[in-house]
């Protein structure tokens, strides 16, 4: 890639960036802005700094956590997904409770999530995953129920089995359905898990939490960014795995 | 003639106009951080009494929950009034805000820490110094004292999500209270509590302090020197007979049971008057309390300057 080339694919999304931070800069600078409403860019830049050990650890547990958790909501998302697919009954029965996990709202039952599996971590986890796993459940459902249905007639006609049928056309035909949970559920899982850190303790959550208590906007901020931050990461690392599994043959990751 | 007449007549009318003016009250809000509660009494008493109206005041009393930033709302003005801790204040100046502190219902600062008797500990020192969990506001002033003063901790510090529901089940979990409410719920459901003041540890900044923005206050003196009298007899009818406050907030706050409410209210009296404090002296403050608080959060690194202690609050 030429230094043009290079610039014209950063450019587009750093100008809105640059644009809305020196203006948020300048609102507080001419007082037009309180700084204890919206802290200035410099300031947040400043706690970054400042606290970079703390806020680089809390960030560590609570990418671990959210790692566990979207890991979790992965396998029992899928399965529950597969288990789903396979029988119209079973979909009809379970499927409404799946929406459950959807609809949850994750704030009201973390504090019961602290008395079920105790301070730290296991509660992170468990937050993650229960926000994270209903996208995974509709996308690899969805995934799994269109396939082709001319492939499935020749697999048929071959007399392949059900586990056959399922692990060579069913499961490669829904990866693109399956990322695309993922990729929802991997920023939802950073969500959840510094939701469980309010209530469970550790990671961003607890600096969030803190900050708030001694009015440092500027830190709730700071923290605010890094989880975001986070966030892309794993969308990013999806998309990765995405293009290694889809590149060489799905027309959704081949370089057009 | 007739102009004369339409003259008188404009008077009266003007007249009449600017008499309704004067009888209108002018409505204020007053957010509280918490629902109706004794640690409220003295506000729903003047309240009841009509103190306020009889001021030419409409006040209307805003329950809160929580987290309810009320320090904040006054600070941004979507509220004239509100409650706060003197260690908020402190805080919310430092962060360039003009929130001022005009009357302290706490003398003695309530906050403590509250743990099972069987555990035998004799004050905050030896929870500390006992493994367990301690379920703490995490990077609140108190909290960090306490972690300062009490270092090499052996207790578990966890987030505090409020209320006893986790104090009743697990006999190793200790809690930060109001030793006026907590401890009587939890005897409530037999699970009778010790508890300790973190003001005995040496952190007492005041408790439940009426704040409003200097702004405010330099644009309406009448109106603020008379809600604070009101609140001043609020308090003061409060602790001499809280008994039709006490039904009324009973029915505000259906959590709250009477018996627990009655108790409460006799239970806190010595936190808003000491033995030493006259009627005339309720929720007044001192320079060198103010000044102390300011040291405290300045040795904590909670504030990295100093603000000046005679704008933190105002006594009327």
Redesign the interface.
Known sequence: MTLKTRLASWLPPLLPLILSLGAAEFAVRMAWV????IPAPSEVLQSLLDDRSELTMAAWATLSSALAGLLLSFVTGTFFAITLSSSDLARRAFYPYAVFFQTVPIISI??LL??WFG??QPTVIASAAIVSVFPIIASTLLGLKSTEPSLLDLFTLYTASRRQTLWMLKIPFALPQIFSGLRIASGLAVVGAIVGE????GGLG?VV???????R?DRVFAAVLISSLLGVVLVGAVNFISALSLGSWHSSERKS | MNVVLLLISLMFLSHTAQAGEATKLSAVKFALNWKAEPEFGGFYAAKLAGSFEKRGLNVEIVEGGA?T?V??MV??SKVPFGIAAAD?VV??QV???DVVALFAVYQTNPQGIMVHPERGFKSIGDVFAAPG?LAI?????YTLFLQAKFANAKV????Y?GGI??FL?DANYSQQCFVTAEPLLAKKKNKPAASFLIADAGFNPYGTVVVARRQYIDKNPKQVRDLIEAIHNGWSDYLRAPESANAWMVKLNPAMDSETVKESAEVQKPFIRPANLTDKELGKMSKERWATLVDQLFALK?IKKKPAVDKLYENF
């Not at chain 1, 309010?198 to 303790?201: A, L, R, W």
């Not at chain 2, 506001?137 to 002033?141: I, K, L, T």
């Not at chain 2, 578990?156 to 987030?159: A, C, D, G, S, Y």
Request: aromatic share 6%.
């Open positions: 309180p700084s204890y409403l973390a504090p602290v008395i301070f730290g309010f209530i469970g303790g607890s939490d803190a900050a708030r208590t001694q009015q906007i | 987290g930033p320090v904040q600070a941004n908020e805080l919310s962060r360039g805000t969990t506001q995490s990077g609140a002033p578990k510090l966890v987030p999500a529901a986790q089940t909670l």
